[in-house]
């Protein structure tokens, strides 16, 4: 249960779904830039509560991203993990939640990490 997400791309759209259930949570798709890179262009979030419960788009936001640089590209994201951490402690009243305890409950732990 350490790893929670399945993340693929089909063209330029990257699709993650949560790792235990399998569906799909995220549907990003990309355009390219002047300088030849990508960036986000849209973004789909399931909508179905029976499937997920989505904590409110702020989360969803910082969760796209948070999912693509810390598990995807594998950077280090302290401040995105920060977010998570203050979106979390707000949500759930509580300001002395471990950070790693946090992180690992949505993010779980990268291949090869």
């Not at 300001?95 to 992180?103: C, F, K, N, R, Y």
């Amino acid at each position: 249960m350490d790893e929670k997400w399945n993340v693929f791309a089909e063209e330029d759209v990257l699709f993650m779904h949560r790792s235990w259930t399998g569906h799909c949570v995220y549907a990003v798709s990309f355009a390219l830039t002047p300088g030849g890179g990508r960036k986000i262009a849209s973004a789909l979030v399931e909508a179905d509560g029976k499937r997920y419960r989505s904590p409110g788009d702020d989360y969803e936001c910082l969760m796209l991203e948070l999912v693509i640089s810390a598990i995807v590209l594998g950077e280090p994201a302290a401040d995105l993990r920060a977010g998570l951490l203050e979106l979390t402690a707000r949500a759930s009243g509580k300001s002395d939640l471990p950070a790693g305890v946090v992180q690992h409950s949505v993010l779980g732990l990268r291949s090869g990490s």
